[in-house]
């Protein structure tokens, strides 16, 4: 809906982006207390009890419905999709206003002024002590601690930080032990005026030994959170300091982060994946199952956080063949092997100073045939960039297949219920959009019912896969036998069958992964002709609710993109055939002007009987021959119908045929020039004719990498492997 649309209802000028956060907010929330809804959307007005359908619970519902319904045309499509599914207006706003604000705090602001002249006389009065302290001057903050024992649990800086914090921040370690000496447990858990306590200021400084001196005076810091409620080992993860994550997780109660105790577990764990720590997040899991199906402080689930990380995942990593071959020879033990080698009473197992490089020490296996291969491997990973890389990216890979298998064992003991409020069906319809293949195997495997079930739309993961594009996802349906013919037979709420769906325009992303429009258009033909394989007859002529057949359906998609690739071929057969038709007129005219003339009294060409000079008559009638070929194959192309059947094979036929001419007769124009030259200059200086060779050589060669590639992509998409895998066994 767009901006004026939304300025007719009344409700907000606009709707909800990143720019105009604030003016929406404050609009909305005028229009909602104008309305007398304001109650129910911030709490005041609980939601009544519902037996017996008494009349305040039906008041209440209605203006509930109201102020949901207020917010959801006001906030925008996008911002739409997370709340959506909610019946309650409270949520919605706490969704887009109050996280949204809970978020900025872990910001510090730039500038705090006094509110009162009672606090500019404590500021001016710890001046000197805040000074010394972020100047890491102890002899002076020792002096003023000396004169005045209170100060080391003051408040001494504008944003309201103790002396301890304001070392922390500023990173002088030995004072931080000095203070710690002199406080009091108690003292340790005050909070800042930028929400944090000591030892959470010291997470997101990342330096272990700060909170390892605040940990060995009160070790029940680990579970003081700051103004948010969060831990101490939750701050590290949400700043990605790994260090100090592994540390305070050894030393926090795995029995603080269970469900029962709010939402830091699961918080703790999203925060994990996030960051890629994945041994640790897999020993969380392990001891608290649950915590994959709760949503954490922010609302989100680790399901879906994983189905929107592809690079976590060897089907989202792009590898060179070489990449690939350092990748298959290294072996990563399985994480459970890890903690019965390395966990303690509640430590993880982690690796202090260099978890990266231990872990590479202690769990890299070469599968290679002998141990001096394996160092060498070994040196390579830890000192080559490159090669650490590769490593890194196996690991990741290890760790989240293994964290994703953990999840997906709960599966059997939830219900169907359970599982969507847990928002499966929005994981997998995440992970088949970005084509994560490793989550849709492990989530058949786990739940064989997953083939069968059907989304809000009543769409397969198949018709998604179809719809999003995902060949690699599609393919999965070939193993499953006589049930692919049951799975093919399957409509949507809107009467589509995978005919309708496979007649659907690609989304922009998957389009843009082929070049060029009509190359487009040829991916989209071969969806089409694969899926209209599988269905029987009589669904090529079934209408759906819209009284559309599947090839009306794929001929309205996609009548733009034939527009485009039409003129996209055009445009690319006119370029090439100015090329063609000026090498074939050059050509032509050298035919008749042979390098050193003919004979006055014969005319008999001069060079008649040197061999490089029959070099250049051949090479000059194939460039000839050649380039008029391919002037006809792009006049050809100029002058077709451009139906959409005719961007599977005619068309890129032509161009393939036009464009290899092309380059050959540009290889045999170089041929013909460079024997010309070399029978000219043969009895005179031959050693220049080289030099010119090379340099004449340069344009054609600048103009065959430009158009080169072109070539070889309409060759692999016409005749290469088809994009479909067609496995013949179950994938589970």
């Known amino acids: 809906m767009g901006a004026k649309s939304l300025a007719l209802i009344g409700i907000v000028p606009e709707e909800l982006t990143e720019e105009n956060y604030e003016n929406w907010k404050a609009c909305l929330r005028n229009y909602l207390i104008g309305q007398g809804l304001w109650d129910v959307v911030s709490g005041v007005d609980p939601k009544p009890g519902e037996k017996g359908e008494t009349e305040a619970f039906e008041t209440w519902r209605k203006k509930n419905a109201m102020a949901l319904h207020a917010i959801q045309m006001s906030c925008g499509s996008h911002a739409l ?284 296996i070469s599968r290679v045939p002998s141990w001096w291969h394996g160092l060498i491997l070994r040196l390579l990973i830890n000192f080559v960039p490159d090669f650490k890389h590769i490593y890194e990216t196996k690991w990741v890979h290890v760790g989240s297949s293994q964290l994703l298998d953990c999840i997906f064992e709960e599966i059997p003991n939830l219900t169907m219920e359970s599982l969507q409020m847990a928002g499966m069906d929005h994981a997998l319809y995440d992970a088949i959009k970005h084509g994560i293949i490793e989550f849709v195997v492990k989530l058949m495997k786990q739940d064989h019912e997953s083939i069968w079930r059907k989304g809000v739309k ?67 033909l071969q969806w089409f002709k694969e899926v209209e394989s599988m269905v029987q007859a009589k669904y090529k002529e079934e209408f759906n609710e819209y009284h559309k057949t599947p090839s009306t359906v794929f001929t309205e998609e996609h009548a733009t993109l034939v527009k485009e690739g039409e003129s996209w071929m055009k445009s690319t057969a006119a370029s090439c055939m100015v090329v063609a038709t000026l090498i074939a007129a050059l050509m032509f005219t050298t035919a008749f002007t042979l390098p050193g003339g003919t004979k006055s009294d014969t005319g008999i060409p001069v060079f008649i009987g040197h061999g490089a000079f029959m070099v250049f008559i051949v090479a000059d009638s194939l460039s000839l021959f050649s380039s008029s070929t391919s002037v006809l194959m792009f006049l050809g192309i100029l002058t077709s119908r451009y139906a959409e059947e005719d961007f599977l094979k005619s068309l890129p036929n032509k161009l393939i045929i036009g464009l290899s001419s092309l380059f050959f007769s540009l290889l045999s124009m170089m041929v013909a020039f460079g024997s010309a030259i070399y029978v000219v200059l043969s009895h005179r200086i031959a050693w220049v004719s080289i030099p010119l060779i090379v340099l004449a050589c340069i344009p054609i060669t600048f103009f065959a990498l430009l158009q080169f590639p072109l070539l070889v992509e309409i060759v692999m998409c016409t005749y290469g492997r088809s994009i479909f895998d067609k496995p013949t066994e179950v994938p589970y």
Not at 213 to 221: D, E, L, Q, S, Y
């Open 81 to 364: 999709v997370n709340i959506r599914e909610t019946d309650s207006a409270k949520f919605a706003w706490d969704h887009l206003v109050e996280l949204r604000h809970h978020r900025t705090q872990h910001s510090p602001p730039l500038v705090q002024h006094p509110k009162s002249d009672q606090e500019t006389l404590e500021l001016q009065k710890y001046k000197p002590l805040f000074e010394a302290v972020d100047n890491g001057d102890w002899r002076t903050t020792k002096a003023f601690l000396d004169y005045d024992h209170n100060a080391v649990r003051a408040l001494i800086s504008p944003t309201k930080e103790t002396a301890l914090h304001v070392a922390i921040l500023a990173g002088h370690v030995h004072i931080v032990k000095e203070l710690v000496k002199l406080m009091t447990p108690k003292d340790l858990e005050l909070i800042s005026g930028l929400g944090e306590t000591a030892l959470t200021t010291a997470a997101i400084s990342g330096i272990t030994e700060m909170a390892e001196t605040i940990v060995n005076k009160h070790a029940g810091a680990v579970s003081v959170g700051n103004e948010h409620g969060q831990i101490p080992v939750i701050v590290a993860s949400f700043y990605d300091q790994k260090k100090m994550v592994r540390y305070l997780y050894g030393r926090t109660p795995i029995q603080e982060l269970s469900p029962e105790k709010g939402t830091n577990g699961a918080t703790l764990l999203n925060f994990l994946v996030s960051a890629n720590i994945y041994d640790i997040a897999l020993h969380l899991l392990k001891h608290h199952r649950q915590l994959g199906f709760i949503k954490d402080y922010y609302g989100k689930l680790t399901m879906r956080i994983l189905a929107q990380k592809p690079s976590a995942f060897p089907s989202g990593s792009k590898l060179v063949f070489w990449e690939r071959w350092i990748y298959s020879l290294i072996h990563i033990k399985p994480f459970d092997e890890q903690y019965q080698e390395h966990e303690q009473p509640h430590q993880a197992p982690a690796d202090e100073d260099n978890p990266e490089s231990s872990r590479q020490g202690q769990h890299l």
């Open 458 to 524: 009543g769409r397969t993961m198949f018709s998604h896969a179809i719809v999003l594009r995902q060949e690699k996802i599609f393919s999965l349906i070939y193993g499953l036998g006589i049930k692919k013919n049951i799975v093919a037979r399957r409509h949507d709420i809107f009467h589509n069958n995978i005919l309708h769906l496979a007649g659907k325009l690609s989304p922009p992303s998957q389009l843009d992964r082929v070049s060029g429009a009509a190359l487009q258009m040829q991916r989209e």
